[in-house]
Nanobody, 126 residues
Framework: VQLQASGGGLVQAGGSLRLSCAVS????????IGWFRQAPGKEREEVSC????????YYADSVKGRFAISRNKAENTVYLQMNGLKPEDTALYYC????????????????????WGQGTLVTVSS
């Protein structure tokens, strides 16, 4: 199983980025995908996730209304569209996969996810 996160970069406050998580070895039909982030000196936190059925999503309060998660099953890829970026969104962003939950569920902690990709760095300048 491999998850490849990409799309990070340097952007000014108010700008947008779209992160991609390309998944191989599993299918999105049976795995929920989560996006986490970790800022320097802080714990890793879940910012969004999407269930394996695609009908369940979660957004952290800090990103609601600004971030949107979506997926392309044909490409086995999950996206995180990030708009209205703020300096406090600066972090290393990770995607993770878990296949043991209900098809409608995705919310989990760091220890609940079985597979992780490497991080992609998002830096938002003020």
């Amino acid at each position: 199983v491999q998850l490849q996160a990409s799309g990070g970069g340097l952007v000014q406050a108010g700008g947008s980025l779209r992160l991609s998580c390309a998944v191989s070895g599993i299918t999105l039909n049976t795995y929920a995908i989560g996006w986490f982030r970790q800022a320097p000196g802080k714990e890793r936190e879940e910012v969004s996730c999407i269930s394996s059925r695609g009908d369940g999503t979660y957004y952290a309060d800090s990103v609601k209304g600004r971030f949107a998660i979506s997926r392309n099953k044909a490409e086995n890829t999950v996206y995180l569209q990030m708009n209205g970026l703020k300096p406090e969104d600066t972090a290393l962003y990770y995607c993770a996969a878990e296949g043991s939950w209900s098809v409608h569920s995705c919310r989990g902690s760091v220890t609940d996810y079985s597979y992780w990709g490497q991080g992609t760095l998002v830096t938002v300048s003020s």
